[in-house]
Structure formats: structure tokens, C-alpha cells
């Protein structure tokens, strides 16, 4: 995922409980949610000014699982995962002769991937903030470790080094730290991989859904974003079943990982809400507004389209409108989040609650409401437990056993 770069005050949230209607109060925007589902989830936390939104959203997607099963709250180490996909995706640069994407974005399969195949580790035992910054900065460590493996693929010794590797680690060693062979928790020693067992999940539980028509469904494929680095495979279902997958999820309390493209114009953050408005066109008007409508240019009619003041007609979203905003590149993989409930306006129009990793500075402490035209148009792809798939919809997955 690509990742929006913000500026955030410090802050935490308290761990957010079963809320049933609950009722939030409203200001200028002109919205206002009453909760009808929230699962247990753990603090809203910031990535600040570093592309790893798709380890902060897995990772929460973890502390939840963990959460719902032992009731134990947990902080989980996002850079320790930053730092192991740093390694792969270093080696995968080099044997691909640098014909490849290598940036500080991933996937929503990257959490589950480093969990399999090294561990994890707590924020308490691995914070990745060892450059005088009391928050992530990744900028010129991107810049340096991407200089460095350009520097490596352009073989000025005509052949590669035996060392080039350890010139790498030892670049994310000064900027992250070195990784602890073992660690301390509750008095308990632990290696990363002993962690990880401890905390009860199996990665095989996890299952990477989309909807797309390019690619038969109930078929697998590799998702063709850049940030998709590992290739992996996604299970393809209609737009309909994708929707009814998050419903059933939060339902039965679980939360979900959300990958979407958070670009749109009706996408607004500070004000708590994504909708994805109706465009208006002459025949839906008449009079004094037609007459000032027309005479618009297309900026200001575009600023005018989304100067939202409370819940707006929205577009209708059908299998074939998603696929052609995705093949014309209109949606694209932005960010990734976590679902963690439902919730309506006050004329009844339903949203997902959806918790961010941009801080607590914002009208809802971290969380906004997106609307279900927004969720259908705008998913790129969601991470579900497999036991929160509807069975009728499990049936025509090429589940692993």
C-alpha cells in the first residue's frame, strides 16, 4: 500500500469496549453515527511520517485476534515485521536484478508472513526507534537503503559481493536496532518465534479475500498491486459475498483488515467520515441552481461535489463500476486499516467503523465511519479470520485444510 505521510500529536486511547448504540456527538460536519456494533479492539496508535500502515493495521488485526481469544491485551512490534520485510524485499531486489518495486509499502499478507516464517516480537522488546526520533521518520532511511541496493544491482565489480547482505542489516541495525535473540515478557523468556506460539494464533486461519472480474471467481490470484511484493494469492469472491465476509465478521466479533484506496475527494479524515457522493448533473436541477450550476467551471463544480454538509446521495456500486475504477486506476492500494464495526447516520445510511493508525488527534479519536458505497467501490482487498466467513461462502473457497 501507498501511505499517506501526516504529522501527529501524541496521544492513546483507552481500549475500546462492546458499545451498542452508543451515539457520537456531532459538530459542523453535519453527520451523526450511532454505533451498532464494536468489538473489542486495542489502543488507536500512530505510524506518523513512515509507509507501514499495512503492518500497524496486521498487527492490530493480531492484537485483536489475541484479544478475543485469551482476553489479554498486547502491543505488538511494528518494526520488527518493518525490518524482516526490509530483508526479503532486499533479497528479492538483488535476484531480480533490481527489476522490481522496493518501497516501504506491503500488503496485507506481510504480517502473517513474517509471524510464519520468523516470529514476533512486543513494542516493549523491539521499538525500531533507535535515531533520535521519539516517532517513526522513515524518509531518509528509505532513501538510504533503496540507494544502497541500487548501488548493489549495478554490480560495479561485475559480480556481486558476499557481504552485500550484511552492508544491508547493518544499515537497518543503526536506523531500527539490532534484533534481540531473546527477550524478556512478564518474567518469561522468549525468542521471537517461542513469542509468537505463545500468543495462541495460526497463521493458516487467515485468509486474504477480493472481488474482481478480471479473475474467476472463487479462484485464487496474485493481486496486481506494486505493493503486493510477495505475489501473493487472494481468494476471489463477487462484490456482494465480499460485503456479506466483513458483515458476518464483525457480527461474530471479529475485527478485519481493510486495504483501500483512501484518494477520493469524499474520503475525510479530520471530519470523521469517506462517502462516495452522487455527481450532480443538469438534469437533476432546476431554477437558480441549474442557472448558477452551469455556469460553474469543472474545478469548482468538482469542490462543490464533495463541500459535503451532512449524508449526500451516493453512486451506485456494481460489480462492473468497481472493476472499471480498478482497471482505469481510479482505486488504488493506499492504506490499510482495520474494521472493527458498524454503525449508521442518522437518516439510516449504513457505515463500517474503521480504526486508523494516523494518531487520536481527529474528531473521533482515531476512528471514522465509512459508508457501504465507499467500502464496495473503494476495497481493494480484506485479511479475515476463516471462521468469520459465512459457510455457504466458505464452501466455494479453495480452503487449505
Not at 501524541?10 to 448504540?21: E, F, H, R, T, Y
Amino acid at each position: 500500500m501507498k501511505h499517506r505521510f501526516i504529522i501527529a500529536a501524541l496521544g492513546a486511547v483507552a481500549l475500546l469496549a462492546n458499545a451498542d448504540d452508543k451515539v457520537v456527538v456531532p459538530d459542523s460536519t453535519g453527520f451523526k453515527f450511532t454505533d451498532i456494533k464494536v468489538i473489542k479492539t486495542t489502543p488507536v496508535k500512530d505510524q506518523n511520517k513512515s509507509g507501514t500502515c499495512w503492518c500497524f493495521s496486521g498487527n492490530s488485526f493480531f492484537e485483536d485476534e489475541v484479544l478475543r481469544k485469551s482476553g489479554k491485551e498486547i502491543d505488538l512490534s511494528e518494526m520488527f515485521v518493518v525490518r524482516q520485510c526490509y530483508l526479503d524485499k532486499a533479497d528479492r531486489f538483488v535476484r531480480l536484478y533490481g527489476e522490481t518495486n522496493f518501497a516501504a509499502g506491503g500488503s496485507i499478507i506481510d504480517v502473517p508472513h513474517v509471524w510464519e516464517t520468523l516470529g514476533a516480537m512486543p513494542e516493549e522488546a523491539y521499538s525500531g526507534l533507535g535515531y533520535g526520533e521519539d516517532k517513526h521518520v522513515h524518509a531518509e532511511l528509505q532513501s538510504v537503503l533503496e540507494a544502497y541496493l541500487r548501488g548493489v544491482v549495478s554490480k560495479p565489480n561485475k559480480r556481486l559481493s558476499t557481504s552485500w547482505r550484511k552492508g544491508f542489516e547493518a544499515i537497518l541495525d543503526a536506523y531500527l536496532g539490532p534484533v534481540p535473540e531473546n527477550f524478556t515478557v512478564d518474567g518469561k523468556t522468549y525468542t521471537p518465534r517461542s513469542y509468537a506460539e505463545s500468543l495462541g494464533l495460526n497463521t493458516g486461519d487467515y485468509v486474504a479475500v477480493t472481488s474482481f472480474s478480471h479473475h474467476p471467481f472463487y479462484t485464487q490470484f496474485p493481486l496486481e498491486v506494486p505493493d503486493n511484493w510477495l505475489w501473493a494469492q487472494y481468494h476471489n469472491v463477487p462484490l456482494d459475498e465480499l460485503k456479506a465476509i466483513v458483515d458476518n465478521s464483525i457480527d461474530k466479533g471479529y475485527s478485519v483488515v481493510w486495504a483501500a484506496d483512501v484518494s477520493e475527494g469524499g474520503f475525510k479524515w479530520r471530519k470523521g467520515y469517506a462517502v462516495m457522493p452522487k455527481e450532480k448533473t443538469a438534469k437533476d436541477m432546476e431554477g437558480s441552481e441549474l442557472s448558477r450550476w452551469v455556469q460553474l467551471s469543472d474545478k469548482d463544480r468538482q469542490e462543490a461535489m464533495y463541500d459535503i454538509k451532512g449524508p449526500v446521495p451516493e453512486i451506485e456500486v456494481t460489480q462492473q463500476v468497481r472493476q472499471d475504477m480498478f482497471d482505469r486506476q481510479e482505486t488504488t492500494d493506499d492504506h490499510g486499516m482495520v474494521i472493527v464495526g458498524k454503525a449508521v447516520d442518522q437518516e439510516g445510511n449504513k457505515y463500517y467503523k474503521v480504526k486508523n493508525s494516523w494518531d487520536t488527534n481527529q474528531l473521533y479519536d482515531g476512528y471514522f465511519y465509512v459508508s457501504e458505497p465507499y467500502f464496495l467501490a473503494k476495497t481493494v482487498s480484506i485479511l479475515v479470520n476463516r471462521d468469520a466467513i459465512p459457510s455457504a461462502i466458505a464452501g466455494k473457497l479453495p480452503l487449505k485444510k
